[in-house]
């Protein structure tokens, strides 16, 4: 088993930054892949970014492309999003999930997930 425990969530001002943290425990050695989700009020939840084990290959969906990235530590215990230039879009729940396998991570099929953070930004 593997528990998540993400922080960092809050409010900002639209244009402005936050960094999302991740925090893993666990069975840390199954993870191949982590990643990112959000889901906004009325909305399906999304994958916004995800993290390959080696921590070389990363994904972003188009909307925020340039302007969030995922990270890890090297020991994979820490899971981190920085979002700049934030905007009321990005206005969510945010999520950390973790894959076993690399199948489960190209097909965004996450076997444990954490709580979530929420983050809103204002205009």
């Known amino acids: 088993q593997v528990q998540l425990v993400e922080s960092g969530g809050g409010s900002v001002e639209a244009g402005g930054s936050r960094t999302l943290s991740c925090t893993t425990s666990?069975?840390?050695?199954?993870?191949?892949?982590m990643a990112w989700f959000r889901q906004a009020p009325g909305k399906q939840r999304e994958g916004v970014a995800k993290?390959?084990?080696?921590?070389?290959?990363?994904f972003y969906t188009d909307s925020v492309k340039g302007r969030f990235t995922i990270s890890q530590t090297n020991t994979r215990t820490t899971l981190f999003l920085q979002m700049n230039s934030l905007n009321s879009e990005d206005t969510a729940m945010y999520f950390c999930?973790?894959?076993?396998?690399?199948?489960?991570?190209?097909?965004?099929?996450?076997?444990?997930w954490g709580q979530g953070t929420q983050v809103t930004v204002s205009s």
């Open positions: 666990g069975a840390v050695y199954t993870i191949e892949c």
């Open positions: 993290i390959l084990r080696s921590g070389l290959t990363t």
């Open positions: 999930a973790a894959a076993r396998s690399g199948y489960g991570c190209s097909n965004w099929r996450f076997d444990y």
